[in-house]
Every structure is written in structure tokens, then in C-alpha cells.
């Protein structure tokens, strides 16, 4: 059974990805070291004792749709009200409407926490939490106070509704219409798919925000506008008014978190309501929806990167305690008695097999990579807020598409490797590690594909200040590896000079893309796009954990990171060679091999 | 939907695995060209046209435990009706009992496509030819005149029972027994786990065949013997008499081939018959039923590989079509209509978008590799019938691991790459993607898990005839590469030195390990192993590619091949040198970290 690694995720917080200096600096307000363990140990807690207990039944029975309406699993309304009563809702909102207005940082390591506890649970309020914010950077005074102090308490849900049958990530292309009405209020009409929590029993209402085109908008992303769609509109006094006209057509039948409820979502054919017409009201300007999305895209990206750390950090847990107990064959070296399941039998425990230590190691480096991508990222988003802003602001764009990439990749393989260190009972649902398999897979896919956060990277964050932010992260990454080499310590190995030929493999990749961009060969640097981004995600794990080996000063600890550091290093980050020559030669055979496709 | 790709799976047989010069120089009997394209083309058709179409149902409804008898999904019954009257059961099988006596390339063929149709209704049968062949080899005349003509006719089915609760893959631990009885009968008490189709009602009569332990065995491995324990017994005219004491307690609840039973099976408990104990007859020698089932392991690993091939085929198929038809965003340098879901949008196809052209690439090379090196392994297994036995046996020896392991990781990789493609919609399961990446998932586990084909590829395989045996190999790649440079085509691009390099990898990587090896370094060597299998893959795939577009010449088909050989020699194999740095040098590390685990 998944337990939160409260220990772990502080000093990856901390030392690896700024917290202490920002503490330090006071550019985190009146945070202090001691609230930030109290907090992170709390949401541990609750995530270890209170929603990871209830993962498997909502696996299980996953979420049903009984005559248009939602029923969740057995015992997760109640574990929503308690995590609502928790407070962890307010996290991050502004004490303006009842929030705590803490950083992104703990709301981020407090996500992967829950994630790790059921993904399937935690993508709600996460949704929630991105509406809230939606609404507050560009919702009228009077959406804002009528919505939002019961939303961020958690007593009303919320809900993103961008996606229709033929506009996935290319939502210029979405068809559902609002008409404007004299008393200032739109009517939606249209249908949006893979609504996450779109219909469900865990609130008395929910607040869709939906994206819709009005009659005479631009055609394209330009001519999208916003608006807030209640399940039921709200009386003057704050109590429920009759049902609008949004309901829920249908629910997914999906490969994983079967928990969430996935909608087909129908507004305004006139099942509730005087007459036909879901009615909204406008968030931000006409035809802005998409810039008022945008507002908390990033945010979302980097919590789907949170939901592969949190997979990542699940499935690790479980293959060690497997490896630990499983007995089977004798690996070479092994003269112990045999404890676990084979005991007295001379058998080894699985760990000690050089293959699974191989696979348990590698699901530990990719694991803590991740988790320090993205904690880097969440940092970013808090120091965007302070004194040098635009450095802080192009850092978090920067990594937000790695963090989202790296850290979703990482869920899938890690818990593909954690499948394969259990056997055959890996294949087995009981046992847990299969279903992490499959929650995992979604990760890579929604809030803009891997590939679609690749394209990102090299069109719109490569180029940032001209490159120039770019090559200031890699000098901050040399110096790293600079230091593990005056560290001179042993047990880091060759840290240094795997951690340099890494880097220069970055640099060497990052200065031909941003060349082949600026001579206008943009199919070119398209088709290295994904493989850089690995190369990205790899130097970066690499860095982080010499990072964490090098902070981690003197005691028995810092012998376990230096040793991560070491095998991440020797067995891991090699492989940025061959991404690097993908990017800068993989190109010309690929677009000649197209013929292949047909 | 999937469609048999019966000219690529003959050209590769052909002209790739050596079918071609082995029927030009009379190796395999009577058999004609003309009649390998006749066997694939209904194969294939048989596939198509009746195991695909119910692959669906097959995974909805899975197999269904009722009152201790297992319900088939619908259509299931009669499809295995339907495929055991087209004879496809007796493939193999010696004409002495009804079978055809085709070489093995010819399954293995077979056996991709039925795979491809359906993993969990392809299994069944699969299990039954393994029986088959165990029976054939061991068996006492007077069990193969009861059993092996209905087995090969397929009007009985077997089954293969080995693994207990704490006997995986290390066998010498099972507690199953068996006793003596006076009139040469044993009779037996246990349980086995993960049968794979225990029970079913595909037939009236199940030939299970257990391992079981003699009260005065010796202990481990060389006190094991295999007995055959019909469901039914059978009277001495052939037709069934009373039930045997054996029976299905439970079957699993799996990740995927929910088709496939997988039973828990009861041996002796008193549930059926005059007093407990199944009735059993010993096949072989007691004391010797491993070394019968060696006989058929490896057969049954390569099938286990054909799975992985399957899955891969499958996948690909289904996403290049789904990539054809998606329109979404504008691919640089799209200057189309728009063809497909997005028509006259000005939306491209996905398949444009370089990085979803590179997935999609990426899984045809994975696929062909794979392909060509199960095939080769079943060219090595009928060879080795013949002249130049021992090369040949050791060819098969040394492939099966590779094959097994490189085709299963594939498998795996291609499905998720799958899913990857489709993107929101690979996630929904009516898509079929998603099984796909479930069933997939097995094939690396079981028939022993890639790491254990591994440990066995450098500890067994590549000491063969003191490495002299691989040196060859190795000598023959380099010669695959060096006819890519004398080719001197633009098409191959860097194909020769990038083959070169990738073959220098893993002759340095070999003659590590045997170094180690012979230097007692068992440690140091098993730490590399599954590094060096994927190398070794990696290395055959680059070749075999090379060995088939070159041996494609001219017409407009030699195009594709170039170019997609080119593309796997410019964008795949260049992992090889990251992966021999980590056999040579990982070892270290990987020790030194163990601290991590704990």
C-alpha cells in the first residue's frame, strides 16, 4: 500500500528545487519551514490513510451513469467531503474568497500525494482548482462572488469543457455556438466530449466553464469565447435555482482511472428549461476565451506532469515491496537464508537479482527526476510572481512542457517496469500494480499530447529571449556538474563527466534547432522535437540529482543520493547521444521514409 | 480492423529468415513455394476474416467461471471449431498422427496472424501444439495411440501445468506429488496457478500435462516428472469415461486476453472420482519431466515472441490508419485539402505531423525488426533438422532468448506508441487500442520473463562452442553491412556505418561479457544482460532491414524498404552505444546503488 514519502518530497522541495532559498529570501511571504512540513505531512497523511484505501474500489466499480445522473464509487463522496473540510481545496486560491493563498509549490507536491493515493480521485478537485483560478483572473465581480467562495470551500465543483468530436487540441475548429440574449446572459448550444467530472454526485452543483463561439466571432481560436454554465443557475440569496440545460449524455467506458467520469456533455437541446439553451454568462471578454484558458494552462500541464510523478512514485513502491518479499532463483552472490515468501527455501529474494535491482533502480531515477522537474517548475510559477519576473516566468515556460512530457512518460514506463518486476502477478488486477499501468496511460495524451508539449518547447520556449534563457539554464546546469566534480567524492563516480558529455549533448541539440528555426526549417526542427525533449528531461534528471546528492551533506543519506546520482549518471543519462544525433540528423530519413506510410 | 499482411510476412520469410534458399536447396522437403504462398494466404484469410472480427467480444465479455465449469466467450467455440477443421492445429504435427509435417517458419507465420486476429483466442491452440510436441517426444506408444490423434486433430485440447504459488520460473521448488500405484498409474495432489486454458468448452475432453514431485524424488530441479492427467478419462475404445479428479477452482482476473482462461487448478482433492487423487500417466522417465519440457520451451518462448510481433502488427495497422483519417492542426508545410474527419477544414491528417510520422515509423521498425528475428529463430529450428545440425541448434539456442525478449519489449512499446497515436480516443476502450496495450503486457512476463531470457542469452547462449558460434554471427552482420556500402545507394543513406557501429557495440559488448564470464565475474555479467539483449535486438533489426531492402531490388517496393532501413539505421539503433556503455561500465553503479532499495 502506497505510503507518502512526506521526507522525500521536502527535500526535493527544498534543496533540489529552490524552496529553502525562497524561504530564505522571503519571497514566499510569511511561509515558514516548520508550515511547510506541517503541511506536507498532513496531505501525506490524508493521501496515505484516507484516498489510497479507496483506490481500488473506485477502479473497481468505477464511475456509472444511472438515468443521466453520476454515481461515484462507494465511499468516495464522503472522501471528498472530508478532503474538501481539509482545506485542501483553498490551497492555493486567495484568502480574497476564502483561500490560504499558498504557493504553487506545496499545492503541486500535495497533488502528486493524492495522485499517488487514486489518480482517478485527485483529477477532480485538480479541475476544480483550475477553474477557480480561471474565474478569478477574469471573471466579473459578480461570477466571482457568486461562485467562487463556495468553490473554493469545495461545496460546488467546477468543470473545463474544451473538447468536441473534431477539435482536440486544435480548438479552432469547435463548433459549439452561444447567442447573446437582451438581459446580458448567452445561450450554449452543442456537445463537448471527455468532460473529466462533468456529472457526478460529490457536489449539489457544478460550475462548467465552457468554450463556444458566438454567431458573428472570427473564424478560428480568435472568434472563442468563455463562459460559465451552472448544472443548477443560482437564486439572488446563493441557494439553487432550477436545473439549466447541460446534462450529461453519456460516460466513458476507458482504460484507466475509471474512477473519473468522462462526459459527453449536451448543452441546450432543450431536455430542461423554458426553452431550448444552456444559459452562461461570459467570462472575460468575447471572443478572448482562449487567452483566458491560457491563464491556466500551464498550471493544468504541470498537474498531469504531477499525476505520472505520482503514478511513478505509486508503482516504485509497490516493486520494491514485491522484490523484498518475492523469493525465486539464487542471484549470483547470494548466500543469505532467504527472507519473504521463500524463506528457508535458499532461494534469493527477487531484489537481489542484478535485473530487477536494474529495473527497481531505473523506476527510482526516473521517478525522482520527474518529481524534481516538476517541483523546478512549480517554483518557477511561485518566483514568476516576485522580483525578476520575466526570468521566473520563462523558466516556468520553459520547463512546463518537459515537466508535463518527462514526468508522464515516466508514469508509463515506470509502471510498465513495475508490472514486469512483479511476474506474472503483475498481470494479475488484484494486485494493484496493473491498474497503475492503466491510469498511467492517459497522462502522455491529455492537456495537450507529449508531442503537442515537444512542439511547444522548440517553437515557443527554445526561442525565448532570443535563446538567451536557454543557454543561461544549461551555464546553471554546467555548474552543477562543476560541482560534482570539485566534490570529489567517490561514490558520485563519473557524475561529472557523464553529467558534462549530457549537457553538451543539450547545448550542441538546443543551438541547431534554434538555427534550423531562425533559417526558417521548422518541418526540420519538427521531427527532433520529441527526442529533444527527452534529451531535456534526461540532463535535467541527471543534474537535479547530483543537485540533491551535493546538498545532501556528510550523513548515511546523502550515500543513497550519491549512489542514485551515480547509476542515473552511468546507466541512465547516456542515452542523450543518440537523442542528440536524432535531432541533429534524424530528420532527412525520416520525412524520405514517409513513403513507408502510404 | 486488422488485415493479414501476408505479402510482408512471406517476403520476410523469403528473402529475411532464409526460407528461400532453404526450399532452392531442398532443406524442406516436398515443399514448394507455391504452396507457402497458398498456407499464408489462408492463414492469413482465417485471421482476417474470423479470429479479428471477434476479438472484441472476447475481451468484453472474457472467459466466465460458472459452477466450476469455464463459459467461452460468444462465437469462441465455434471459431475453434472452425480453426481445428482447417487443419491449422496439425501444422506441424508429425503425418503419423494426423499432422502435416510443415517446417516451422510456417507456424510461426501462422501464428503472428492468429495472434494479430485475437492474443487470447490464438493461445489456447498455441498450448496445445506445445502439448502435442511433449507427447510426441516422450510419450509411451500407448499414450500417444490414446491421445495424440485427437490433440492434433483438435478434437481434444491440452494444457501445460507448471507454475505453483512459490514456483515461478524456478520450478525446482513445486510441491505438486505424485504417488505410485500398482497398476503403473501415479496419482496426484496439488494446485497450479496461471493455467492457461485449464478449462473451457472448446472441446469435450482437456490433456492436461503436470509436473509433479515423487514422494522419494530427489529435491529440486532433477526431482520433477511430467505425467499426463486427462480431464476425462479414456475408455479403451476411445471414447470418454468418468470424470477425473481435476478440476478449475478459480480463474484470474487479468489486464488483458480476457479470452484466455487462467485457471487455478485443483489436482486430487476427492472432488471427482472413487478416492482422491487424478489419475495420471507418466510421460518420459520419472525424475526426467524437465528435460521433457525443455523439448518444448524453446518452441514455446518463439511463440510467446510471435505475440509480441502480433500485437506490434496489429497496432501499427490500426494507427496509421487512424492517423490517415484524423485531421488536426496544420503539419509544416501542409498545403493539402484535408482529407478524412477534417475535410475542407485546412486541417492536416496526424500521419503529416512529423512527430506522429516518427511514432508511426518508429513502430514499423520495431515490427519488421522483431519479425525478421522470430523468423530467422524458426529458420535456425527447421535447419537444424538437417545438415550443419549443430550450427543450426545453436543459432535457434542463441536467437530464442533474443527473439522472445526483443519481440515481447516491442510488443509492449509499439501498443503504447499505439495508443500515443490515437490520442484522447486511444484511451476509450471501444477504440481497441487499449486492449491492445493490455494484452500486450503479458508477453514479456510470461514463458519466462525477459530478464530470465537474458540471464540465459549470456550465460548459456553466448558461451556456445566458446563464443565461436556468436563470433560468426557477428562475422555475418558485418557482411549484411558491408553489402549496404558496396550498394552504394542514396536511399540506404548512412545505413552501412551506422550498422557498422551499432555491430562493433555488440562485438565489444560480447566479448566483455565472456571475459567476464570466464573470469568468474557472474555479477558483473548479469548486470548487463538486459541491456545487452536489447543491443543485440537492436543490432539484428538494423541487419535484417538492411538484408531485406537489399535483397528487394529494384521496383518501386525496394523504395520503402530502403527508406525505412535508413530510418531505423538513422534514428533507432543509435541506442546501441549507450547500451554497450552500460554493459562494459553499468555494473559499478548499479552495485553501488543497491543501498537505495534499502
Same mark, same amino acid.
Given at each position: 500500500m502506497y505510503k507518502a514519502p512526506v521526507e522525500e518530497i521536502a527535500f526535493t522541495l527544498k534543496h533540489v528545487a529552490g524552496l529553502a532559498p525562497a524561504l530564505e529570501g522571503g519571497h514566499l511571504g510569511e511561509l515558514t519551514d516548520d508550515l511547510v512540513d506541517a503541511i506536507l505531512s498532513e496531505a501525506g497523511r490524508f493521501a496515505t490513510e484516507e484516498v489510497a484505501?479507496?483506490?481500488?474500489?473506485?477502479?473497481?466499480?468505477?464511475?456509472?451513469?444511472?438515468?443521466?445522473?453520476?454515481?461515484?464509487?462507494?465511499g468516495w463522496p464522503a472522501l471528498y467531503k472530508a478532503w474538501a473540510?481539509?482545506?485542501?481545496?483553498?490551497?492555493?486560491?486567495?484568502?480574497?474568497?476564502?483561500?490560504?493563498?499558498?504557493?504553487?509549490?506545496?499545492?503541486?507536491?500535495?497533488?502528486?500525494?493524492?495522485?499517488?493515493?487514486?489518480?482517478?480521485?485527485?483529477?477532480?478537485?485538480?479541475?476544480?482548482?483550475?477553474?477557480?483560478?480561471?474565474?478569478?483572473?477574469?471573471?466579473?465581480d459578480h461570477l466571482k462572488?457568486?461562485?467562487?467562495?463556495?468553490?473554493?470551500?469545495?461545496?460546488? *465543483?467546477?468543470? +473545463?469543457?474544451?473538447?468536441?468530436?473534431? %477539435?482536440?487540441?486544435?480548438? &479552432? $475548429?469547435?463548433?459549439?455556438? =452561444?447567442?447573446?440574449?437582451?438581459?446580458?446572459?448567452?445561450?450554449?448550444?452543442?456537445?463537448?466530449?471527455?468532460?473529466?467530472?462533468?456529472?457526478?454526485?460529490?457536489?449539489?452543483?457544478?460550475?462548467?466553464?465552457?468554450?463556444?463561439?458566438?454567431?458573428?466571432?472570427p473564424a478560428g481560436t480568435r472568434g472563442i469565447s468563455l463562459f460559465l454554465v451552472p448544472k443548477f443557475l443560482v437564486n439572488d440569496d446563493g441557494s439553487l435555482g432550477p436545473r439549466n440545460d447541460a446534462h450529461c449524455h453519456s460516460i466513458e467506458h476507458k482504460l484507466g482511472i475509471h474512477g473519473s467520469p468522462t462526459c459527453t456533455m449536451i448543452y441546450g437541446d432543450g431536455r430542461f428549461?423554458?426553452?431550448?439553451?444552456?444559459?452562461?454568462?461570459?467570462?472575460?471578454?468575447?471572443?478572448?476565451?482562449?487567452?483566458? *484558458?491560457?491563464? +491556466?494552462?500551464?498550471?493544468?500541464?504541470? %498537474?498531469?506532469?504531477?499525476? &505520472? $510523478?505520482?503514478?511513478?512514485? =505509486?508503482?516504485?513502491?509497490k516493486a520494491i515491496a514485491y522484490a523484498k518479499e518475492r523469493t525465486q532463483g539464487k542471484a549470483p552472490g547470494w548466500h543469505g537464508s532467504g527472507q519473504g515468501s521463500g524463506q528457508g527455501s535458499g532461494m534469493s529474494p527477487i531484489i537481489e537479482h542484478p535485473d530487477v535491482a536494474r529495473m527497481l533502480l531505473t523506476m527510482k531515477v526516473l521517478t525522482q527526476g520527474a518529481r524534481a522537474i516538476t517541483y523546478a517548475c512549480a517554483h518557477a510559477v511561485d518566483m514568476s510572481h516576485g522580483a525578476e519576473a520575466k526570468h521566473w516566468a520563462e523558466r516556468a515556460s520553459l520547463l512546463t512542457p518537459i515537466a508535463k512530457s518527462f514526468?508522464?512518460?515516466?508514469?508509463?514506463?515506470?509502471?510498465?517496469?513495475?508490472?514486469?518486476?512483479?511476474?506474472?502477478?503483475?498481470?494479475?488486477?488484484?494486485?494493484?500494480?496493473?491498474?497503475?499501468?492503466?491510469?498511467?496511460?492517459?497522462?502522455?495524451?491529455?492537456?495537450?499530447?507529449?508531442?503537442?508539449?515537444?512542439?511547444?518547447?522548440?517553437?515557443?520556449?527554445?526561442?525565448?529571449?532570443?535563446?538567451?534563457?536557454?543557454?543561461?539554464?544549461?551555464?546553471e546546469l554546467r555548474e552543477i556538474a562543476a560541482r560534482a566534480g570539485q566534490a570529489n567524492a567517490p561514490a558520485l563516480g563519473e557524475t561529472a563527466s557523464r553529467l558534462d558529455?549530457?549537457?553538451?549533448?543539450?547545448?550542441?541539440?538546443?543551438?541547431?534547432?534554434?538555427?534550423?528555426?531562425?533559417?526558417?526549417?521548422?518541418?526540420?526542427?519538427?521531427?527532433?522535437?520529441?527526442?529533444?525533449q527527452r534529451l531535456f528531461g534526461l540532463v535535467l534528471t541527471g543534474a537535479y540529482l547530483a543537485k540533491g546528492a551535493l546538498a545532501d551533506g556528510g550523513d548515511g543519506r546523502n550515500g543513497?543520493?550519491?549512489?542514485?546520482?551515480?547509476?542515473?549518471?552511468?546507466?541512465?543519462?547516456?542515452?542523450?547521444?543518440?537523442?542528440?544525433?536524432?535531432?541533429?540528423?534524424?530528420?532527412?530519413?525520416?520525412?524520405?521514409?514517409?513513403?513507408?506510410?502510404?
Open positions: 484505501p479507496l483506490a481500488e474500489i473506485g477502479d473497481r466499480q468505477g464511475a456509472r451513469l444511472v438515468d443521466g445522473a453520476v454515481k461515484m464509487p462507494d473540510e481539509g482545506g485542501w481545496n483553498s490551497l492555493t486560491a486567495s484568502p480574497e474568497f476564502g483561500g490560504q493563498g499558498l504557493p504553487h509549490m506545496l499545492h503541486v507536491a500535495a497533488l502528486e500525494m493524492w495522485n499517488s493515493g487514486s489518480m482517478a480521485f485527485a483529477i477532480g478537485p485538480t479541475l476544480t482548482i483550475g477553474a477557480i483560478e480561471a474565474l478569478a483572473a477574469h471573471g466579473s462572488s457568486t461562485y467562487l467562495p463556495k468553490m473554493v470551500s469545495g461545496e460546488w *465543483m467546477g468543470s +473545463m469543457n474544451l473538447t468536441e468530436p473534431h %477539435a482536440g487540441s486544435d480548438l &479552432g $475548429v469547435m463548433k459549439t455556438r =452561444a447567442e447573446r440574449r437582451d438581459d446580458g446572459t448567452y445561450r450554449l448550444f452543442g456537445q463537448k466530449i471527455f468532460i473529466t467530472y462533468g456529472e457526478h454526485d460529490f457536489t449539489d452543483n457544478i460550475v462548467h466553464l465552457v468554450l463556444a463561439r458566438l454567431p458573428d466571432a428549461g423554458d426553452e431550448p439553451g444552456a444559459i452562461g454568462w461570459l467570462v472575460g471578454e468575447e471572443n478572448r476565451g482562449l487567452a483566458c *484558458m491560457f491563464t +491556466m494552462m500551464n498550471n493544468a500541464r504541470l %498537474a498531469v506532469g504531477m499525476q &505520472g $510523478v505520482a503514478i511513478a512514485e =505509486a508503482a516504485t513502491q514526468a508522464t512518460d515516466a508514469g508509463v514506463d515506470v509502471a510498465s517496469l513495475g508490472v514486469q518486476v512483479h511476474g506474472g502477478m503483475g498481470f494479475i488486477e488484484e494486485t494493484g500494480a496493473a491498474r497503475l499501468y492503466r491510469d498511467a496511460r492517459i497522462a502522455p495524451i491529455y492537456e495537450g499530447t507529449n508531442g503537442i508539449q515537444a512542439i511547444d518547447l522548440v517553437t515557443r520556449k527554445l526561442p525565448l529571449s532570443d535563446g538567451d534563457h536557454l543557454r543561461g539554464f544549461i551555464a558529455a549530457a549537457i553538451a549533448d543539450l547545448e550542441a541539440a538546443s543551438e541547431w534547432l534554434l538555427a534550423a528555426l531562425a533559417e526558417g526549417r521548422q518541418a526540420e526542427a519538427l521531427a527532433g522535437a520529441t527526442p529533444y543513497e543520493r550519491a549512489a542514485l546520482c551515480r547509476f542515473a549518471a552511468e546507466n541512465i543519462i547516456g542515452e542523450t547521444a543518440a537523442l542528440r544525433d536524432r535531432v541533429v540528423s534524424g530528420a532527412g530519413s525520416l520525412e524520405a521514409a514517409r513513403v513507408v506510410l502510404g
